[in-house]
């Protein structure tokens, strides 16, 4: 044992303050980062509005409410254009091969085919805008706009188009005051916080039973307001988006892919004989229609041949469209 004895002033520092204004504790490098994390409300989306061509949004209501009846979900993505005013307009709705329940849903997504897509809609001069999912009969009576698993699915397909205007649509069946069920489109952006959330692997993934569906849980806290938490409400990672919609220059009457039943050859004779009446150009200018034959013919050759022409039809129409609004 050593005693030593020395002469002089001593400074001996105070108890360290707790952020939260105990004592007793020292700020840790995760504390200062959660302090800085603040999650508050997204004002106003990126982009202006979103407009439906009704061709493309009537086959996604009309077979979640009629095949389906809202028992199962049912997803797909959006493409069409992007104006410079900040205005969505989607043109058609790619549906993938998934597998749903009336609480998930799982993108079961093929590069492949999703290449043919990029592809085609490149022609068509569009691009992926947005993703569009419905909602079950059974999730009408929870206390959420969207669940924690949808707001991460939406979250990952927003920060992975890298595109600030990306749209997040929901299908639901709601009653009005009359007790009539009627077939609602609400529209969304992910808030940028959400994003950087998401990026930065803030959010917890895989959330048990025990978390509420309405709220999304951080690995560490945030801060909202005044209050230190691991729990956010979803709908403040959410921003009202206004939803319009127009005639666009593509028909939706060929059978949509990667539904129940197939789509065969049968089915592209059936609409080839349907259409027979109108010119070439106006019987394939049906996305659906394209991406069926794009497997089967040259994508170096057929398909640019096709896609171009229905292209030159597109451009004429939208050249129509805006003579006639001047």
């Known amino acids: 044992m050593i005693y030593l004895a020395y002469e002089g002033e001593r400074f001996v520092p105070g108890p360290t303050l ?23 409300r997204q004002e106003n989306p990126h982009c202006e509005s979103v407009s ?3 061709d493309a949004a009537n086959p996604f209501q009309h077979y979640v409410n009629q095949s389906l009846a809202f028992s199962v979900k049912l997803g797909g993505f959006m493409y069409g254009t992007v104006s410079k005013e900040g205005k969505v307009e989607v043109n058609f709705i790619y549906e993938p091969q998934q597998q749903a329940t009336d609480e998930n849903l799982i993108l079961l997504r093929d590069p492949d085919e999703e290449n043919l897509v990029e592809a085609i809609a490149l022609g068509l001069g569009m691009r992926r805008v947005g993703f569009i999912f419905s909602q079950t009969i059974s999730q009408n009576n929870k206390d959420y706009t969207l669940s924690n698993s949808e707001i991460l699915q ?10 600030k205007e990306w749209v997040t649509v929901v299908v639901k069946l709601e009653v009005n005051e009359d007790g009539v069920s009627d077939v609602c489109f609400e529209a969304f952006q992910i808030s940028d916080m959400c994003i950087r959330l998401f990026k ?10 025990d978390v509420d569906p309405k709220v999304s849980r951080m690995k560490k806290d945030v801060v909202i307001g005044v209050k230190d938490t691991k729990e956010v409400d979803n709908d403040f990672f959410l921003v009202v988006v206004k939803i ?9 009457t060929f059978p949509i892919e ?14 080839m004989d349907r259409a027979k009446s109108l010119p070439f150009v ?8 394209l991406l069926f034959l794009a497997r089967y013919l040259d994508l170096n050759v057929d398909v640019p041949a096709l896609v171009d022409c229905v292209h030159a039809m597109v451009v004429m129409f939208s050249l129509f469209v805006y003579t006639k609004m001047s």
């Open 18 to 40: 707790h952020p939260s204004g105990s004592f007793g504790r020292k700020m840790t490098m995760d504390d200062l980062i959660a302090k800085q994390m603040r999650i508050t």
């Open 244 to 252: 319009l919609d127009h005639q666009g220059p593509l028909s939706s």
């Open 52 to 54: 439906f061509d009704r």
């Open 200 to 209: 930065e692997r803030w959010f917890e993934t895989h959330c048990g039973g």
């Open 154 to 163: 939406a979250v990952e397909l927003h920060g992975e188009s890298e595109l």
């Open 282 to 289: 106006k019987r394939i200018s049906d996305f659906h229609l």
């Open 258 to 271: 990667n539904r129940i039943i197939p789509v065969t050859m049968k089915a592209l004779k059936n609409h």
